[in-house]
């Protein structure tokens, strides 16, 4: 069933077959669908960054690194893939403080056949930049 309200009147309708659909275009059918979509539009916002990510300043700054001389974004040479990497950390609240400290403190890294090498530190001071670039890898 579904109900009609009209400014001076009210009337029900009963769809009489199930090819049949009702146009219900209630008064209060469109504010249920402004509030509907408001609420979809807040929790979209909600569950974004409050800023997109930059992904061709990200490979700029990793291709000026040589950061892709150990890695790609979806496939491990060296060093794991970016995939990889952002699967590892998902949902883990010290990612992007690790992955900064990690791009940026020259660390010792393990490779599979053994042997240990300093990771190379990002070519930047710009924190901004690197921020950039952890959100980017993690993003992937």
């Known amino acids: 069933m579904c109900t009609f309200q009209w400014p001076a009147q009210r009337t029900a309708l009963r769809a009489t077959t199930p090819s049949r ?3 219900c275009t209630s008064a209060t059918a469109p504010r249920t669908s402004l509030a509907a979509l408001a609420a979809l539009a807040l ?3 909600l569950a974004t960054p409050s800023w997109a990510v930059d992904a061709d300043a990200a490979q700029r700054l990793a291709r000026q690194s040589n950061c892709f001389k150990c890695h790609a974004v ?3 040479k060296e060093g794991p893939a970016y995939k990889d990497v952002a699967a590892k950390y998902k949902g883990k609240p010290e990612a992007h403080a690790r992955l900064v400290k990690h791009v940026t403190s020259g660390e010792r890294v393990k ?8 990771h190379t530190i990002v070519k930047t001071k710009d924190q901004a930049q690197i921020d950039n670039l952890v959100d980017w890898i993690l993003a992937q």
């Open 43 to 45: 929790a979209a916002t």
């Open 111 to 118: 490779f599979d056949d053994g042997h240990e090498e300093d």
């Open 74 to 76: 979806d496939k491990k």
């Open 21 to 23: 659909v009702p146009a």
